[in-house]
């Protein structure tokens, strides 16, 4: 199994910026995609960025419009995600979920971001 925490929530004046980590432990080597969610009060959670284990191929969606960033460091199985130009609509929780080969899935319990106007 994979375990995941993550760190780096908190507040935030619109437009500013904020990282968030994600730190795995476990069976990290069955891990072939990382990725971050939200989920803001009263919506569904949704899909914010992916990045594979191997290569530098993201994928952030798309209405984000270039303000997010997903990045990784293996070596110290960690995942990223820079949050610039941040609006109070990006308040939400941010999870942490990955794939591990064999159809296996992880999250994370989620890290709360409060972006005040």
């Known amino acids: 199994q994979v375990q995941l925490v993550e760190s780096g929530g908190g507040l935030v004046q619109a437009g500013g910026s904020i990282r968030l980590s994600c730190t795995m432990s476990?069976?990290?080597?069955?891990?072939?995609?990382m990725d971050w969610f939200r989920q803001a009060p009263g919506n569904e959670r949704e899909f914010v960025a992916r990045i594979w284990r191997s290569g530098d191929t993201t994928n952030v969606a798309d209405f984000l419009e270039g303000r997010f960033t997903i990045s990784k460091d293996l070596a110290k199985n960690t995942l990223y995600l820079q949050m610039s130009r941040l609006k109070p609509e990006d308040t939400a929780v941010y999870f942490c979920?990955?794939?591990?080969?064999?159809?296996?899935?992880?999250w994370g319990q989620g890290t709360q971001v409060t972006v005040s106007s």
């Open positions: 979920h990955t794939f591990q080969f064999g159809g296996a899935e992880a």
């Open positions: 476990g069976r990290t080597f069955d891990v072939h995609a």
